[in-house]
């Protein structure tokens, strides 16, 4: 008997780089571009004229940029893990890696852009500490879901498809084959 051990690995980084990219592409689209309330430098430099507007833009396009760049990474992990055979495809694992990703990578926007450096404000204004804290609170809430169906994922793991019939009474993480 040998002993195959589903690997979480591919599919939780996979899952953390594309959730902090499509977080990232969220942030930009809605809040910069759709609902218009900052920019990536505006605190710094408030858009009211034609160069500063043209300065934010420059940044807001490399804040997408990378956001782009995450996606990427994450698709080409998510691509490797497929050429794997024992990567442990799981829907509860990859949605909580996503979760994971998105919620991270705004936490961590949110502190250093929002409150260390101060360059932008998710609504500028009278209570835009307030909607920095919201936007704090709701990225810890990603993560933390995110975080717990990741470390659940393994008690109720999808087969590897194709194998299900083999080992229907094995769990997928610890599989016994011959």
Do not use: C
């Amino acid at each position: 008997m040998r002993h195959t051990y589903m690997r979480q690995g591919p599919i939780v980084s996979s899952g953390v780089l594309l959730g902090a990219g499509l977080g990232g592409f969220v942030d930009g689209i809605v809040l910069h571009q759709i609902l218009q309330w900052h920019n990536m430098l505006s605190s710094v430099r408030p858009p009211t004229d034609l160069v500063a507007m043209k300065y934010n833009m420059l940044w807001d396009g490399l804040f997408h940029a990378f956001a782009w760049l995450m996606t990427t990474a994450g698709l080409v992990r998510l691509w490797m893990a497929g050429r794997t055979a024992d990567a442990l495809w799981s829907t509860r694992l990859f949605v909580g890696a996503l979760l994971l990703g998105w919620g991270t990578f705004n936490l961590i926007e949110g502190i250093l852009d929002h409150q260390i450096f101060g360059i932008h404000h998710v609504h500028p204004g009278e209570s835009e500490l307030a909607w920095d804290v919201g936007f704090l609170v709701v990225s810890l809430l990603l993560a933390a879901t995110g975080f717990a169906l990741v470390r659940n994922a393994s008690r109720r793991a999808e087969p590897p498809r194709g194998r299900a019939s083999a080992f229907p009474d094995v769990p997928s993480v610890y599989r016994t084959t011959r």
